[in-house]
Nanobody, 116 residues
Framework: VQLQACGGGLVQAGGYLRLSCAAS????????MGWFRQTPGLERELIAS????????YYADSVKGQFTISRDNAKNTVYLQMNVLKPEDTAVYYC??????????WGQGTLVTVSS
């Protein structure tokens, strides 16, 4: 599975962005999908995930109520809607597909920069 994340960019604090993660090579419909983010010096953090059907979602406390994960299996795409962005949301965001007990397929990352 090849994953392509896009939608990052520069936004002012309080603004919003929607990240997309499109897959090729295989359908995503059987995978639980996750969004991670990483800032320099820190470990990559799982911030949201969604079950294959979309019925079950997980959010890290740091983004709960602010970010929304969704998926469109017909389009083979997963989304992360990010609202009321804060400077501390600045990071490289990655999408990944869960394989077995971990996330085995990764996108290349998209940079989100939130200015104050």
């Amino acid at each position: 599975v090849q994953l392509q994340a896009c939608g990052g960019g520069l936004v002012q604090a309080g603004g919003y962005l929607r990240l997309s993660c499109a897959a090729s090579g295989r359908t995503l419909s059987t995978y639980r999908m996750g969004w991670f983010r990483q800032t320099p010096g820190l470990e990559r953090e799982l911030i949201a995930s969604i079950s294959a059907s979309g019925d079950s979602k997980y959010y890290a406390d740091s983004v709960k109520g602010q970010f929304t994960i969704s998926r469109d299996n017909a389009k083979n795409t997963v989304y992360l809607q990010m609202n009321v962005l804060k400077p501390e949301d600045t990071a490289v965001y990655y999408c990944a597909a869960q394989t077995g007990k971990g996330f085995g397929y990764w996108g290349q990352g998209t940079l989100v920069t939130v200015s104050s």
